[in-house]
């Protein structure tokens, strides 16, 4: 649950009941007309895998608006879905110790959410944009690819179409990557990602220096989680977390 929506979700850890770390994973935005419908289908594959070859207990859920979950797109709801995916973890007697990995503007909302959540250890993120770009431009847009998307369906959401907006266009990852240090922040990104520049990604790790770490996948696309070599780097990052 994140406030009153339920929100669909897939947990899995290892056999036995020996606390262990927990990670909970934040997808990016839909791809395609009406993709909130299918939206992170693979998500859960991915959390299965860190279960087993990391040994971690893991959560990936469906943010609200997307997949089968319930509600609209916001940023501060998206944001608020974060917080309550955190809190089922840390709530829980099997698991000590919660980090996060978001990928695309999940990475971006990730960063932002564990800036003012001391529960969260550390954040990796894959391919993630430092702001919403041209969307926090013209905030509009967005507003109409979440429509088209089936991220939103209310009609008449949302109620305050300026708060929605202004939610847009103050989100910074950078600003929010400050606030970070101690905690460790991975920044996995590909050299031939066509949607986030690498600029942005040197930008993100900068801004949490000296807990930061950014590699760079060779002719790596934008959808890191399909990559090997990232998901490679990742479960091992995350090994050197439960040290």
Same mark, same amino acid.
């Given at each position: ?5 339920? $929100?669909? +979700?897939?947990?899995?850890?290892? %056999?036995?009941?020996? %606390? ?9 935005? %839909?791809?395609?007309?009406? =993709?909130? *419908?299918?939206? &992170?289908?693979? @998500?859960?594959?991915?959390?299965? #895998?860190?279960?087993?070859? &990391? ?6 859920? /469906? ?21 309550? &995916?955190?809190? &089922? ?10 980090? $996060?990995?978001?990928? =695309?503007? !999940? ?10 959540? *001391? ?7 894959? =391919?993630? %944009?430092?702001?919403?770009?041209? @969307? ?5 847009? $967005? $507003?109409? /690819? ?12 949302p109620n305050d179409v300026a708060a929605w907006s202004r939610a847009v266009t103050q989100l910074d990852a950078v600003k929010a990557a400050r606030r970070l240090p101690p905690r460790p922040l991975l920044v996995l990104h590909g050299s031939d990602d066509p949607e986030v520049v690498a600029d942005e990604a040197r930008a993100l790790?900068? +801004?949490? #220096?000296?807990?930061?770490?950014? #590699?760079?996948? @060779? *002719? !790596?696309?934008?959808?890191?989680? /399909? ?17």
């Amino acid at each position: 649950m994140s406030g009153d929506l339920k $929100l669909a +979700a897939h947990f899995v850890r290892p %056999p036995g009941s020996t %606390p262990v770390p927990g990670v909970v994973l934040c997808h990016g935005f %839909p791809i395609g007309p009406r =993709g909130a *419908a299918t939206s &992170a289908a693979t @998500y859960f594959e991915l959390v299965d #895998r860190i279960a087993r070859d &990391a040994g971690w207990a893991a959560l990936a859920f /469906h943010f609200r608006g997307s997949g089968t979950s319930e509600g609209d797109f916001s940023v501060d709801g998206w944001l608020a879905d974060i917080g309550a &995916a955190v809190s &089922a973890l840390d709530d829980r007697h099997d698991v000590r110790g919660l980090w $996060l990995v978001g990928v =695309g503007e !999940g990475g971006m909302l990730a960063v932002c959410a564990a800036a003012d959540d *001391a529960r969260v250890r550390g954040v990796a993120t894959l =391919g993630a %944009p430092i702001t919403f770009g041209d @969307y926090a431009r013209e905030p509009g847009r $967005l $507003l109409q /690819h979440a429509r088209d998307a089936g991220m939103i369906t209310t009609p008449g959401f949302p109620n305050d179409v300026a708060a929605w907006s202004r939610a847009v266009t103050q989100l910074d990852a950078v600003k929010a990557a400050r606030r970070l240090p101690p905690r460790p922040l991975l920044v996995l990104h590909g050299s031939d990602d066509p949607e986030v520049v690498a600029d942005e990604a040197r930008a993100l790790a900068d +801004a949490a #220096r000296p807990s930061s770490e950014l #590699r760079v996948v @060779y *002719a !790596g696309g934008h959808r890191l989680r /399909h990559d090997p070599r990232a998901i490679a780097a990742l479960l091992g990052w995350l090994d050197r977390q439960a040290l």
